[in-house]
Every structure is written in C-alpha cells, then in structure tokens.
C-alpha cells in the first residue's frame, strides 16, 4: 500500500515553514499550539491569493461579507442542518474574540457582572477572560468516568445559580468530548431554570469522527436558542486561524437588535483575507477536509497503539473530536510540570495540564494533527525519556516550571 501524502512530510520540511507550532521551541517536535501540519484546502490558498491579486486591502467590501454569510448558512445547513438566514452570522475577527463580546454584551441580563461558568479543563485562554473585564470565573471539573467524561451536575447547578454566563465548548478542547443531544438539553433546561446565559463555542464541530454527531447547541429547544449565542469558525478544521474570520450566530431577536448596536467595531475585526479564505472553504473544502478526518481518524487510533506499546502507564482515551489528545500522565509522577519533562528529556513540546483549569493537573495535551511517522516518533522520544527517569528526582528544581 502506497504511502499516505501526508505521511512523506518531514521534520525538517515543517519547521521550514516557521509555522508557530514548529518555530517557538526550536530543535523540538511540536505538538503543542493548534494547527494542523498538513496545509488547507487548495480552494482556500487560491482564495485567499486573489484577494490580494485583486487589491482587496481596504475595509471589506459588502459582497465579501455577504458571500461569507451565505456560505456559512449553507454549511451549517449541509453539515449539521442548521437552518440560519444569512443575516444571523455575523463576521468577527476570532472566536477569542467572540468571547470577550459574549462576556461584554450577553450576560444576564438581571446580572450583567455575572461570573463566567467554565467546564474544566478548558482551553487555556478562556480561563483568564473573565477577570480581563473584572469579572469572575467559576470552574466545574468534569468528572471522568469509565468511557469518557461527564458533567458534574450539582456543581454546575450551583455555580449557574443566580444567573452566571456559561462556556460550553463543543467538541469539548482538551478532551474531546461530543456533547450528545441529552445533555445539550440538560445544560439548556438548567441554563434556562437559573435565568443563565449560554456562549457556545462550535469552532471543532467539523472535526467530529465515526460514531458521534455534533449537535449545535442552539437547535435542540427554542429556550437554548433564546438564551444562547454560538461562534463558529472554519479556522481549525480548514487549519487557517491566521487569516482572521469568525463567525458569531445570533439565534434571537433581542440579541440581533443588541448586535446591531454593538457589533460594529467587532465585525470590522474579519480581514477580507479571512472572509474569502472561510466562504471557499466552507464552498469548496468538503472534500479536503473529508480526507484530513479520515487521516485523524486512524492516527487517534495509532496513538491508542503506540501509547500501549512506549508508553504503558499513561492512559488515553481517543477523542471523539478535535485533533487533540487528553493523555493522564499522574502516574508517572513527573510534576510539577510533566510538558517541562516532555519538553527537556524528549523534546517534545505538548500542553500542561494544569494550564487548562481544574482537575487537569497529571495531564498533558497532545496535537496529533502531524504525519503518522513523526506521531510515532513524539511517542518514541517521550517512552525513551519516561524509561530514562525513573531514577530521577521530578521535585529537582531543574524540572520546575
Ligand atoms: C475551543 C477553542 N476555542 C477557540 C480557539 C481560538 O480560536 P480563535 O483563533 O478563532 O480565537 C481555539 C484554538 O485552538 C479553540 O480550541
């Protein structure tokens, strides 16, 4: 069998490109930052060439917008069949971004000083984005469970009570979760019991796998539609999070007409770049990216093996979506910081847990969106490294953060 094209790209190949993933730690492997290894969708690039061959480097020209509004309806229509018009996606300049406007504009609104409920780990910026606008931050540790993960749900009852600003990530980043349409209605009727609201986070929903489904959030009751606001983005699964466009989707009226007083320094964030590159991929990018999941898909299967096989006492379970693997490494008893540990014995650059929240302490996360080859070869170093220390003293300040 004739080798996969992503399998032939090669160390030396991608930290030529100077992508951030391959640059900030040099001489390492890197699995750390979000990005893919393997480019975009050649839609995408042509796209994104003819705006600049065009002089499109003004403010974004109305049709730019509008296209990109019809081509994420459509997609979302296609993929998820959710039925949007145009005029409820509105164009931002990231889903971080997304966020901060959730957090200024969509609070409760008997509660505009509300905390911000996180379910933990969470991505690593998100837990600092509440206290950036002096509010506070309360984080609900998921609980694992034989298969996967659950919500812990008399903690997030309370921390909602009185009204709070819920984060829901789905997928779940770090830890792959798909939420299923039982406990999307279950977050829903607590949100809407304890007056909350809900900013929804959609940016891996293409990157789900065989045997789950993402469901928006905002279509499973007309309440979760009501008190909620969704970012989607084409910048993960389409890997072009530099170019700058977002998507917020507004599924109320009362939030449409706030938006319409609010959005506008928000929307001019999108770099006409970003607009054309997201309208083509979400156009033109199927097949690509149908290829880059089934890619995925075997590698999160790979890593089940080569974990079993270098690296026995770390458990992983795969990730129903997202490129990102959730690996407890407890006991192997590398704190403080087991990413330093990976980082300086093996050279392999991943996340540290606890930079992710609550309950992650023990954990690393792990990008496996690389060429299976060189996942094997991060696998490889990081066994290597584990069975080189076991003489080791972890509370050596030389391993401290
Ligand atoms: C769950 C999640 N939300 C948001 C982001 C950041 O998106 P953006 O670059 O659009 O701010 C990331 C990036 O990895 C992510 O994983």
Redo the contacts with the bound molecule.
Sequence with gaps: MSAHPFDLLTVEQLRRSGSLKWSEYRGTLGAWV?EMDFGTAPGVIVAAQETLANGLIGYAPTQLVNDMQQATAAWLDNRFEWKLEPGQVRPLN???VALDAAIMHFSPQHHPDAPVVLLTPA?MPFLAAASRFGRGTIQVAMLPTETGWDIDWPALKHALAGGSLLVL?NPH?PIGKVYSREELLAISELVEATGSRVFV?E??SPLVFDGASHIPYATVSHAAAAHSITAV?A??AFNL?GLKC?QLVLTNDADRRLWAGVGDTFEHGAANVGLAATTAAYRTGTGWLDGVIAYLDESRMLLADLITEHLPHVRYRPPHGTYLAWLDVSRLSLDPSPARFFLKEAQVALINGSDCGAGAQGFVRLNFATPRPVLGGMIHRMGAAVDGCDNKDMTDPEFAQ
């Design positions: 979000a990231s889903v971080a991505y990530v980043n986070d940016i891996h983005a910048t993960k999070p977002a």
